[in-house]
């Protein structure tokens, strides 16, 4: 039946898709000079920087690596990054910008959030505004927003390099495609969102907190800092990680339906580009356009069941003499942990899209939806990262999901399969399967630790089906490097924060370094030119086949965990009417 949500549903969709879809040609060739080392518009301002930071480094920009040595500087990377980060939250009171006399931070702790932000996960287990000074959130946390999320971009492109490439063995060099995603994309974007941002009330100060009385005579501590700054990076970026502890849900972060509309825009921008940069750099745009759309296919239909599924009344509450029908005076269905100023349909719209992606910033409280409702971003982060992933790791994630689908087809029609004149050999598939093991492993047996231990069990804050729900979906959250989460769970212990930490480090950069393994073995390859028997990557079949396998997969490998947790909490809400 279609109701007004729905139709709100369809006009919110249509403007947040329709906007990516406007910007994805110009955005897209940018990022292709960018990468190409093309002249661009920001060249004459960003240029000399460049040069500078080469020459102070001591790096040739234009030696380029192979995909151990790619790999290696990578890792080099971040793990500077991690000790640099640990150390300023481990002594945070040795710091200036520290006006709320913030004390350092356990080891537990701290390393867990240098863990989650050299990820790109983001994952917070402590209340920002009342555990970080100024300095760790500027110096420390947005600081590693821009590395790790140019980090995931240069991966995406070595990639693309190992496609394009033939009977080589080098992928380009990782330090400059790491500078210049940070420079000419994320900075520039960023600077803009935050002017934008800032203008719309979200805050930009060094204040500490001011104490006020409000009308009903309750003294309240109103926080201030660098907010805007964080924010746009946190979502250009993929990062999710918010400046205060109710993250984008709160008016300092997220104060009107125009900046909840940009800030969702920038979720899904940098991801869906990216697509539209591959099929222009492997001189196939409809092959991009293919992967964007398959990615799409699969988004819609969840976004409009979990839609479907807040809008509904509460069954539980159904049984009493309460009101939940929409009307002028309320909109009806599960408002429950949300924002009255978004109301359900931008809430779920922005749950779908970070959950889609690996943003993880959110605007309402996953915890609070309905068990079906609930159970779509779970499903959206099992399939891993892919619709529509995050900054660059979107797209070699869904290229993982091609090589796998070619291979199959390959095998059904009795050909050796080829993607994009590449053969797909043992080498390719053996690492790609890896990198989709990899997440279930650590989902799984993150999980099934946590049930049978008694640290585990102390820290849930709901028994039944819930609380295992909470507990998948922190252990999903972590492998998948979204970051979000089911607030009922007590994640801030040292059992937490070390295990969910060894989940992200594990997926972060063990697929990492296999994605690139299969960048330098393509690199190395000949190609085959197009025949007749060669599938086509753009045609209708293949889109629906491509997504056909990457459900399958994660249906396949989720539903009898999906099962004990939010389905059955479904049926046990029925129970009880």
């Known amino acids: 039946m279609i109701t007004l949500s729905s139709i709100n549903g369809f006009i919110q969709l249509f403007l947040l898709l329709g906007c990516v879809a406007l910007l994805l040609k110009p955005l897209g060739g940018y990022i292709v000079r960018v990468y190409s080392n093309q002249p661009i518009m920001l060249g004459r301002l960003f240029n000399p920087i460049e040069e500078t930071l080469y020459r102070i480094a001591k790096i040739n920009p234009n030696s380029e690596m192979t995909w151990q040595q790619y790999a290696i500087a990578l890792l080099s990377a971040s793990f500077a990054g991690f000790v640099l980060l640990f150390l300023i939250l481990k002594y945070q009171s040795y ?65 693309i390099r190992g496609i394009i490439r033939k009977n080589y063995n080098l992928i380009g060099n990782f330090w400059v495609d790491w500078l210049r995603g940070i ?52 979502q250009l970026g993929s990062n999710g990680g918010g400046f205060f502890n ?28 990216f697509c539209y940069a591959f099929g222009m750099m492997v001189d196939n745009r409809r092959h991009g356009l293919a992967l964007l759309l398959t990615m799409t296919l699969i988004f819609i239909p969840l976004y409009f069941f979990a839609l479907q599924q807040e809008q509904q009344e509460n069954m539980l509450l159904s049984v009493l003499p309460i009101d939940q029908r929409a009307s002028q005076t309320q909109s009806g269905g599960n408002m429950e942990g949300k924002e009255t100023r978004f109301g359900i349909v931008n809430s779920v719209l922005w749950a779908s899209a970070t959950t889609a992606t690996s943003n993880g910033s959110v605007n309402s409280m996953h915890d609070s939806y309905t068990p079906l409702g609930g159970l779509v971003p779970l499903l959206f982060m099992m399939l891993g990262e892919i619709i529509y992933g995050g900054v660059g790791t979107g797209l070699y994630s869904i290229i993982l999901f091609v090589i796998l689908t070619v291979f199959i087809a390959g095998l059904m029609v009795g050909r050796t399969p080829e ?31 946590t049930i049978m231990s008694s640290q ?14 909470e507990i998948i979906y922190a252990f999903v959250s972590a492998s998948a490097n979204n970051g979000s989460a089911f607030a009922g769970l007590e994640a801030n212990t040292p059992f937490y924060n070390i295990l969910l930490g060894i989940c992200m480090l594990l997926n972060r950069f063990g697929v990492i370094v296999l994605v690139l393994a299969i960048s330098g073995s393509l690199a190395a390859k000949n190609i085959t030119p197009t025949t007749v028997g060669t599938l086509s990557t ?26 004990l947790a939010p389905i059955s909490e479904f049926f046990h809400m029925m129970s009880m009417q």
């Open 419 to 449: 993607y994009l004149g590449k053969k797909i050999q043992a080498f390719e598939i053996k690492m790609s399967s890896m990198c989709i093991i990899i997440p279930v492993i650590t989902i799984l047996f993150g999980s099934t630790i």
């Open 183 to 234: 420079l000419y994309i994320l900075l520039p974007l960023s600077l803009v969102l935050a002017l934008i941002l800032g203008s719309q009330g979200v805050i930009q100060n060094f204040n500490s907190n001011v104490t006020a009385i409000n009308l009903e005579a309750v003294t309240q501590s109103i926080p201030g800092g660098p907010v805007a700054s964080q924010v746009a990076i946190k």
């Open 456 to 469: 585990g069990i102390q820290s849930m804050h709901n028994v039944g089906a819930q609380g295992f729900s």
């Open 538 to 563: 753009h045609s209708p079949l293949f889109i629906l086949f491509l997504a056909g396998i990457i459900l399958f997969i994660g249906l396949l490998t989720y539903i009898p965990t999906l099962t």
């Open 246 to 273: 109710a993250n984008s849900a709160h008016p300092f972060e997220n104060p009107n339906a125009l900046t909840n509309f940009l800030e969702c825009l920038s979720i899904l921008l940098i991801p869906a580009t």
């Open 95 to 159: 710091f200036p910008l520290n006006p709320g006399q913030f004390d350092d931070l356990s080891n537990d702790l701290a390393f867990n959030i240098a863990s989650s932000f050299i990820t790109n996960t983001n994952w917070q287990s402590y209340a920002g505004e009342t555990t970080l000074s100024h300095f760790s959130q500027m110096f420390g946390l947005t600081v590693q927003n821009f590395l790790s999320a140019s980090m995931g971009m240069a991966v995406a492109v070595a990639l």
